[in-house]
Nanobody, 126 residues
């Protein structure tokens, strides 16, 4: 059974940094594209960043471009989200997901992700 487990969330002041990790269990999922999404209270889940299966190609939401970096280490079955220059509006539960095609390009649509983690809370104080 494939599972995704996020960690690294917490409380940080505006302008600070956090690094989220998403550990994947289950064979072969290191070969799939991965993504990070976030959901704030009362709001819909929104796309944050995506990465292809090898880590050579990435895509970001405009709201985080230049501040967040997605990366992956397939040998460790882990995907990361480095978040710098955090803003109060970045406060949300952050979820990682796996989907798309094996050895495929990054995936942007929420509906194309088949497996989701439980999420980790990120709170940015002003």
């Amino acid at each position: 059974q494939v599972q995704l487990l996020e960690s690294g969330g917490g409380l940080v002041q505006a302008g600070g940094s956090l690094r989220l990790s998403c550990a994947t269990s289950g064979r072969a999922f290191s070969s799939y594209p991965k993504g990070w999404f976030r959901q704030a209270p009362g709001k819909e889940r929104e796309f944050v960043a995506a990465i292809n299966w090898s880590g050579s190609s990435t895509y970001y939401a405009d709201s985080v471009k230049g501040r967040f970096t997605i990366s992956r280490d397939n040998a460790k079955n882990t995907v990361y989200l480095q978040m710098n220059s955090l803003k109060p509006e970045d406060t949300a539960v952050y979820l990682c997901a796996a989907g798309g095609k094996v050895y495929g390009d990054y995936v942007l649509n929420l509906s194309d992700y088949a497996v989701w983690g439980q999420g980790t809370q990120v709170t940015v104080s002003s």
